[in-house]
């Protein structure tokens, strides 16, 4: 059973910053989604487990930027100039395949809340 544990989340104002953290029991391929109230979950950022590509939601290039260690099989999302449309819960994921990874991965963590004020 695969499990991801995420920290990091919590309450800043607008063009703040904040770290996520998410810590998985094996190598993945591991990203980022979110889902903000009354919306669908979306897809925010992903790296290979190899740390040889990154990729980006159209709505978070500039701002964010995800990173790992492969040494704790752990993903990092910085997240910069925070807008109160950031506001959401923030899950993590993984899978074994890049591609399932970015549109419907088999693993999830428990989410932690993002809440940006104005």
């Known amino acids: 059973q695969v499990q991801l544990v995420e920290s990091g989340g919590g309450l800043v104002q607008a063009g703040g910053s904040l770290r996520l953290s998410c810590a998985a029991s094996g190598r993945y391929h591991m990203g980022w989604f979110r889902q903000a109230p009354g919306k669908d979950r979306e897809f925010v950022a992903a790296?290979?487990?190899?740390?040889?590509?990154?990729y980006y939601a159209d709505f978070v290039k500039g701002r964010f930027t995800i990173s790992g260690d492969n040494a704790k099989n752990t993903v990092y999302l910085q997240m910069n100039s925070l807008k109160p449309e950031d506001t959401a819960v923030y899950y993590c994921?993984?899978?074994?395949?890049?591609?399932?990874?970015?549109?419907?991965?088999?693993?999830w963590g428990q989410g932690t809340q993002v809440t940006v004020s104005s």
């Open positions: 790296m290979r487990w190899t740390g040889s590509g990154t």
């Open positions: 994921a993984a899978d074994g395949g890049f591609s399932d990874l970015q549109v419907r991965p088999h693993y």
